[in-house]
């Protein structure tokens, strides 16, 4: 009979003892800890062991401890690193997202599909331009050239109007204003002192 080493693993609180052999692999006691704390099979790769002081045992590191230094009562605490979900590869998740659905748009056939797999998985998330309806009242939008050419001698005309009604105005007032009558003798003010 073989022999078994205990391993006390905790994750978000919980706390599991893992029984395993002396000889086990690496990947046994991954899958193992993922059915009890029900861990996703894609984060396999995100998973860290990490010990109470916070140093990190990857898969080589984690092998020797359990095999020379065997010891029930030491805690190892399971992390997931974001960065390296984070990083799957843009076909993992690709033929993921393809697999749980098979439908494509627009009703194409599987033989278009399968000539345009490649367009597609290059260009994965392609910028559409929207175009909202129903905003425009009374006329219709114009192109972009015919707008600027509009709007420079819009501009034109009405500076040019601004320019002769201030103009116009200014004569006004001139005409309308009473004359002042200009002393050649300033007005002299005493100052008065109270002491």
Do not use: W
């Not at 993922?34 to 861990?39: A, E, Q, S, T, V």
């Not at 996703?40 to 898969?59: R, S, T």
């Not at 659905?101 to 929207?130: I, W």
């Not at 015919?146 to 201030?166: G, V």
């Amino acid at each position: 009979m073989a022999s078994k080493n205990c391993v006390k693993i905790s994750y978000k609180g919980l706390t599991r003892q893992v029984l395993c052999d002396t000889k086990f692999q690496y990947d046994e006691l991954l899958s193992t800890v993922m059915d009890k704390f029900n861990i996703n099979k894609n984060h396999k790769l995100a998973i860290d062991f990490y010990d109470e002081q916070g140093h990190k045992y990857n898969k080589d590191t984690f092998e020797y401890f359990l095999l020379l230094f065997p010891n029930p009562q030491k805690i190892f605490f399971i992390r997931l690193d974001s960065s390296k979900i984070i990083n799957l590869t843009a076909t993992e998740v690709g033929h993921s997202l393809l697999d749980g659905d098979d439908r494509k748009p627009f009703g194409k056939s599987k033989l278009n599909n399968k000539q345009t797999d490649k367009q597609e998985m290059d260009s994965y998330c392609e910028a559409v331009p929207v175009r909202r309806q129903n905003c425009f009242l009374g006329e219709m939008p114009t192109t972009t050239i015919t707008q600027q050419l509009n709007s420079s001698s819009h501009t034109r005309n009405t500076s040019s109007s601004m320019t002769l009604e201030i103009v116009k105005r200014m004569r006004l007032l001139k005409q309308n204003s009473p004359k002042k009558k200009h002393l050649n003798n300033p007005t002299v003010f005493k100052r008065s002192m109270r002491i």
